[in-house]
Nanobody, 115 residues
Framework: QVQLVESGGGLVQAGGSLRLSCAASGRISSTNDMGWYRQAPGKQRELVAT???????NYADSVKGRFTISRVNAQNTVVLQMDSLKSEDTAVYYC?????????WGQGTQVTVFS
């Protein structure tokens, strides 16, 4: 089994920053992608950013230049640094581990950006 524990969400004013962290534990494959997704009220869950264990990154167009994803492989941890936050970034953010076999999701952490 795999567990993903997220932290770092909260309330922030537009233009501010937040840092999300996700730690994976359990049966972790040496080959995996980790990423962040988000779901706003009334909308489908969408990709925010992903990173391979080799460090290759992928970002949604809406967050390019504002968000940075990174990981520490030895700790099975992925971090999302979110800068220049906008009200439209308000959502529940979910960490995902993609490895051979089933996908795993964290419980989600709320990010609320107010003007």
């Amino acid at each position: 089994q795999v567990q993903l524990v997220e932290s770092g969400g909260g309330l922030v004013q537009a233009g501010g920053s937040l840092r999300l962290s996700c730690a994976a534990s359990g049966r972790i494959s040496s080959t995996n992608d980790m990423g962040w997704y988000r779901q706003a009220p009334g909308k489908q869950r969408e990709l925010v950013a992903t990173i391979t264990n080799g460090g290759r990154t992928n970002y949604a167009d809406s967050v390019k230049g504002r968000f940075t994803i990174s990981r520490v492989n030895a700790q099975n941890t992925v971090v999302l640094q979110m800068d220049s936050l906008k009200s439209e970034d308000t959502a529940v953010y979910y960490c995902k581990l993609d490895q051979p076999g089933p996908d795993y999701w964290g419980q989600g952490t709320q990010v609320t950006v107010f003007s």
